[in-house]
């Protein structure tokens, strides 16, 4: 079974974003907590995929 960490971790973070930008828009504080957050998250994503496929090949 393949890890599908990564992309969850993407989805996460594209979830943070999209509330930071959306729900949270009020408070200004927390809307940039959640999207920093979020793109922080989604960075960390793409290092994850690329350190699975290299273990893959």
């Known amino acids: 079974m393949k890890n599908k960490k990564a992309t969850t971790l993407f989805v996460i ?3 943070l974003s999209t509330l930071g930008v959306t729900v949270l828009s009020d408070y ?8 920093i957050l979020g793109l922080i998250i989604m960075i960390y994503s793409v290092f994850v995929t690329d350190a699975e496929k290299k273990c893959q090949g």
């Open 13 to 15: 973070g594209i979830t």
């Open 28 to 35: 200004k504080m927390v809307q940039y907590t959640a999207m």
